[in-house]
């Protein structure tokens, strides 16, 4: 009998432990899926009617129409080109430079400091900001790239496509490579520096101690930091708006959307430009966690 | 000896490159925003002459005519907002999350991650159509919602990973040593609790304060366009004078302040970005 008291007296309190904690996340939870669940949702729904905001009388049902324009459409391919291009690009060029970094800041024999300051500059910085600055430095009749020793003075950085891919990728680089760094540092800190130690004494070179010690143990904060980044990279949007506005090919999949959206009021077409995109993102969020099978959801390996 | 300056010259070089390129936008920026407006196409980058009329003209006509005064007032108001109840929020989660045993705790932290992965472009459409029909269209409201909804996940992990750092046993052993419940919460819980929770805030504000698409898509007039937005429509004092200085002006008084906050507080911010993996 008493046994069956303290049960219950236990699961009476384990109740309301549960009912605390679920009182405590409510506000968050609702907080978080008032702009996304509800929004996706919405955004199916308009992406199978015809709704231009400019001809309101004209609408209805479509099914799959919308679809079938953006997937037949050649700007919707370019445009999807462009992002998968300036993703892969920028974030292979990040993990190398934020892997870099990272080491710096970790193994340094001075100016540990200094480094970090430095990286946390981009990071502080409005990337629309950091577009401007970019775009004045290359623009061919106020800034001072062309100016500069082996850049030919007429170079119009703007004027082709894959010219203005670089700038671009410069300017996403520069801004976003600190995250990579201290996301990397963090994976970094967590290594034990005994097994570096032990490894000296075995004779092994720096490069080794790399690439069997400091990559393997790694490779889930690698993962990480790939994955969040891959993901920020495919929504880009701010630096392409403000440096070329999509001209000279150069739109991304966000930019197309927006255009849709936004500029053209036409609802239907634009959210089934924003459907695809969702689906691309859970397909590369998929492919990182399946294909790769590492445990990201908590940041951290499982222990 | 010999290897050792080596080593020393090398790191030098690495740092010295580092260090040119991370702030080479800024000076930059600085650059443009102080050449008078003829000498803008010289394409120095140093400034022969020096002139703070881009900055004049951004504050000139007060509040009622400069492109600048009220974007700069928004964008304050609305990422101040956003940090406060986002951390308000996502303190509570996370104390639940830490603290507390409940089903769906990891529902809750992957849903999380789910949103921090989430195109925001998504989300555009359908809520340019709600915002417009709920009168949220271009108001304060109508950007600190996503701006929460964005944010949260940061500040729930941030928070998360600094409370199961915090030795809530101090709690009891205080009041064992004969401290009441809220001296012991007070005296003890809130001083471990506020670092990470300043650094939770950091990262909010820097978020909002930041966002470009929603600036632009959910606004449609000064009474709540942000900074970021606003620059995008600045234009010159005539329509024969290219804006370059003046977005440069704005662009360095929006810059410089949060540079020297973000350096002033730089171990709390590489702690927030990297928690959970510190001392896991």
């Known amino acids: 009998m008493s046994e069956g008291a303290t049960t219950a007296g236990a699961s009476a309190r384990t109740r309301s432990e549960h009912r605390l904690a679920w009182l405590l996340c409510a506000p968050a939870v609702i907080a978080m899926l008032a702009v996304t669940a509800y929004p996706i949702g919405y955004a199916i729904a308009l992406s199978v009617q015809q709704i231009d905001l400019r001809f309101p009388d004209e609408g209805g049902f479509v099914g799959l129409d919308n679809y079938a324009s953006v997937l037949s459409s050649d700007l919707w391919w370019t445009d999807l080109f462009n992002t998968v291009f300036l993703t892969l690009v920028t974030v292979s060029i990040e993990l190398v430079l934020g892997m870099i970094i990272a080491l710096v800041m970790h193994r340094a024999i001075f100016g540990r400091g200094v480094v970090r300051t430095a990286v946390l500059i981009p990071y502080g910085i409005i990337t629309v900001v950091a577009a401007f600055a970019w775009q004045f430095a290359f623009a061919p009749d106020s800034g001072f790239v062309n100016n500069l020793p082996l850049i030919s003075d007429e170079m119009d950085w703007f004027g082709e496509r894959f010219s203005s891919f670089a700038v671009i990728i410069m300017a996403e680089v520069w801004k976003t490579t600190p995250f990579m760094a201290l996301l990397l540092l963090a994976g970094l800190v967590t290594i034990d520096g005994q097994l570096y130690e032990a490894a000296k004494v075995d004779g092994a070179s720096a490069w080794q101690r790399f690439t069997r010690i400091t990559l393997p143990l790694m490779k889930p904060a690698i993962l990480v930091a790939l994955l969040f980044r891959t993901l920020d990279a495919f929504r880009i949007f701010d630096t392409i708006y403000i440096m070329t506005a999509g001209a000279q090919d150069t739109e991304s999949v966000s930019i197309l959307g927006f255009n849709q959206l936004i500029s053209r009021l036409n609802l239907g077409l634009g959210s089934a430009v924003s459907v695809l995109i969702f689906i691309c993102v859970l397909a590369i969020a998929f492919l990182y966690v399946r294909v790769l099978g590492t445990r990201v959801e908590e940041g951290r390996p499982v222990k | ?280």
């Open chain 2, 1 to 280: 000896m010999e290897r050792g300056s080596r080593e020393y010259a090398l790191w030098s070089i690495g740092i010295a490159v580092v260090l040119i390129f991370a702030m080479i936008p800024v000076l930059w920026l600085i650059s443009v925003s102080l050449k008078p407006p003829e000498a803008i196409t010289d394409g120095r980058f140093i400034p022969s002459e020096v002139s703070f009329d881009n900055y004049k003209s951004l504050f000139e006509g007060g509040i009622d005519e400069s492109p600048f005064i009220k974007p700069l007032i928004n964008s304050i108001l609305i990422a101040l907002s956003t940090t406060v109840i986002s951390i308000v929020l996502a303190s509570f989660a996370a104390y639940a999350i830490a603290r507390l045993e409940f089903p769906g705790k990891r529902l809750i932290l992957a849903g999380a991650l789910a949103i921090a992965m989430f195109p925001p472009i998504s989300t555009i459409g359908p809520l340019f159509d709600m915002w417009r029909a709920l009168g949220l269209y271009d108001t304060y409201p109508g950007l600190i919602i996503p701006y929460l909804t964005f944010s949260l996940p940061l500040a729930i992990y941030c928070l998360v990973a600094f409370f199961r750092e915090i030795p809530w046993e101090l709690e009891q052993a205080a009041q064992v040593d004969g401290a009441t419940p809220f001296q012991a919460f007070r005296k003890v819980i809130v001083p471990l609790a506020a670092p990470g929770m300043f650094t939770a805030a950091i990262l909010v504000f820097i978020f909002a304060w930041n966002d470009f698409l929603f600036a632009i898509s959910l606004t449609s007039s000064d009474a709540s366009r942000t900074v970021p937005a606003a620059l995008a429509f600045f234009t010159g004092e005539s329509s024969f004078t290219e804006p370059t200085g003046s977005i440069a002006a704005a662009a360095v008084v929006v810059t410089v302040p949060i540079i020297v906050f973000v350096l002033f507080f730089q171990r709390r911010i590489v702690s927030g970005l990297t928690a959970g993996a510190v001392k896991g």
